[in-house]
Protein backbone atom coordinates (compact mmCIF):
# COMPACT_ATOMS: atom_id res chain seq x y z
CA UNK A 1 0.00 0.00 0.00
CA UNK A 2 1.30 3.49 -1.06
CA UNK A 3 0.60 6.62 1.32
CA UNK A 4 -0.28 9.75 -1.09
CA UNK A 5 2.14 12.50 0.20
CA UNK A 6 0.99 15.32 -1.73
CA UNK A 7 -1.57 16.13 0.37
CA UNK A 8 -0.76 18.96 2.84
CA UNK A 9 -2.25 20.22 6.35
CA UNK A 10 -4.41 22.43 7.22
CA UNK A 11 -5.10 24.71 10.86
CA UNK A 12 -8.09 24.58 12.79
CA UNK A 13 -8.38 28.49 13.10
CA UNK A 14 -10.10 27.69 16.87
CA UNK A 15 -6.90 26.13 18.29
CA UNK A 16 -4.51 26.15 15.83
CA UNK A 17 -4.02 22.63 15.49
CA UNK A 18 -2.41 20.66 12.41
CA UNK A 19 -5.40 18.54 10.64
CA UNK A 20 -5.86 16.86 7.84
CA UNK A 21 -8.37 17.72 5.55
CA UNK A 22 -9.33 14.24 4.07
CA UNK A 23 -10.39 12.98 7.86
CA UNK A 24 -11.33 16.65 9.83
CA UNK A 25 -14.26 18.42 10.13
CA UNK A 26 -14.91 21.18 7.58
CA UNK A 27 -17.12 24.23 6.78
CA UNK A 28 -17.22 26.90 4.49
CA UNK A 29 -17.21 31.03 5.14
CA UNK A 30 -17.34 33.29 2.71
CA UNK A 31 -16.07 31.31 -0.08
CA UNK A 32 -13.47 29.44 1.97
CA UNK A 33 -12.85 25.89 3.52
CA UNK A 34 -11.59 25.85 6.93
CA UNK A 35 -11.17 22.37 8.58
CA UNK A 36 -11.44 21.50 12.26
CA UNK A 37 -9.94 19.17 14.89
CA UNK A 38 -13.33 17.97 16.67
CA UNK A 39 -17.28 19.19 16.43
CA UNK A 40 -16.60 21.18 19.42
CA UNK A 41 -13.97 23.64 17.22
CA UNK A 42 -16.14 23.40 14.41
CA UNK A 43 -19.28 24.54 16.40
CA UNK A 44 -17.30 27.23 18.31
CA UNK A 45 -16.13 29.05 15.09
CA UNK A 46 -20.04 28.75 13.20
CA UNK A 47 -21.11 30.98 16.21
CA UNK A 48 -18.44 33.46 15.79
CA UNK A 49 -15.86 33.07 12.55
CA UNK A 50 -14.76 36.06 12.86
CA UNK A 51 -12.87 36.40 16.20
CA UNK A 52 -11.10 32.83 15.56
CA UNK A 53 -9.61 34.28 11.93
CA UNK A 54 -8.40 37.64 13.59
CA UNK A 55 -6.68 34.54 16.28
CA UNK A 56 -5.60 32.44 13.46
CA UNK A 57 -5.58 34.07 9.93
CA UNK A 58 -5.30 31.96 7.23
CA UNK A 59 -4.05 32.29 3.56
CA UNK A 60 -4.99 31.48 0.46
CA UNK A 61 -4.65 28.12 -0.32
Do not use: I, N, W
Amino acid sequence: MTHDTTETTAQDPVCGMSVEPRTAKQTEYQGQVYYFCSLMCLRAFEDDPERYLKLHPQGPA
